[in-house]
């Protein structure tokens, strides 16, 4: 069985992505801050796949105990097949420009965005070997366009894409992944456009096929926007 661990996995793509990997089977690690949602994520899951393997485990991916209960729960001996950098934070709502934008702020989005999946990886990075495995970080067109606003959040994806891409050079073995799902109709989504009818944007669910088809197939390290990736084509999944 295959194993992955999900960051930010009780909503929205985190959740998705979840119950797609569990309905092939595979042995999947949560987790999230809110412990109640992630609990009642867990339990509707668990209830609905009768293949796959749930664990679900609260906490806060910048604290580092959490993170290393995450590696304690699955570092096995054949390692680890994939780990998903998903949890993300927008940082505050309504999005404020530069000019507005204190130091403190800005550092509680790159903790979140960058700091803590870069910690998670070398963390992991042990058991990723063994396994040759895939890292997905998830990322967003706000680290390469110049949204008015975006600035916390896009400069943090920057930075995210940025280690993506010197890990993949650093681990030739590891496959590593800077993946944009693309807009989603989502909490976070609804932040970002506060008061305004997101209906129109895909759900998450219909953002997952392309990373499926791109942790599935043979394509190497790199950036990919999945509305670009083709339907899923078999492969690992
Ligand atoms: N939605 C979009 O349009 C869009 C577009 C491009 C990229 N993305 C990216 O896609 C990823 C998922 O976003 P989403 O829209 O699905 O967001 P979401 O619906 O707000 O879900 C975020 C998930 O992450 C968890 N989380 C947030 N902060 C956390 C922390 N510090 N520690 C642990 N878990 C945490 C949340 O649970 P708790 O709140 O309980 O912690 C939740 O499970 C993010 O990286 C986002 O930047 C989203």
């Not at 650093?170 to 909490?187: I, K, N, Q, S, Y």
């Not at 599935?216 to 083709?230: E, I, Q």
């Amino acid at each position: 069985m295959s194993t992955a661990l999900i960051t930010g996995g009780s909503r929205g793509f985190g959740r998705a992505l979840t119950s797609a990997l569990l309905d092939r089977g595979w042995d999947v690690v949560i987790d999230g801050r809110d412990a109640a949602s992630l609990q009642e994520t867990a339990d509707g899951l668990t209830a609905t796949k009768p293949s796959g393997r749930l664990r679900a485990i609260a906490g806060d991916v910048t604290d580092a105990a959490h993170r290393r209960q995450l590696r304690d729960a699955v570092d096995q001996p054949d390692g680890l097949d994939l780990l998903v950098n998903n949890a993300g934070t927008l940082g505050p709502s309504p999005l404020p420009r530069i000019a507005d934008l204190g130091p403190q702020q800005l550092r509680a989005v790159f903790e979140v965005n960058t700091v803590a999946p870069t910690a998670l990886i070398r963390g992991l990075l042990p058991a990723l070997r063994r396994a040759r495995g895939t890292i997905v970080n998830i990322t967003s067109d706000a680290a390469i366009e110049a949204y008015v606003g975006w600035g916390a959040y896009g400069a943090s994806k920057a930075a995210l894409e940025r280690v993506s891409a010197i890990l993949a050079a650093e681990e030739p073995e590891l496959t590593v992944h800077a993946f944009d799902p693309g807009d989603m109709r989502t909490d976070m989504h609804q932040a970002a456009f506060p008061g305004e009818d997101i209906a129109d944007r895909p759900t998450p669910e219909e953002a997952v096929p392309a990373l499926l088809d791109l942790i599935g197939t043979t394509r190497g390290s790199g950036r990919h926007r999945g509305p670009d990736l083709v339907a899923p084509a078999g492969g690992l999944l």
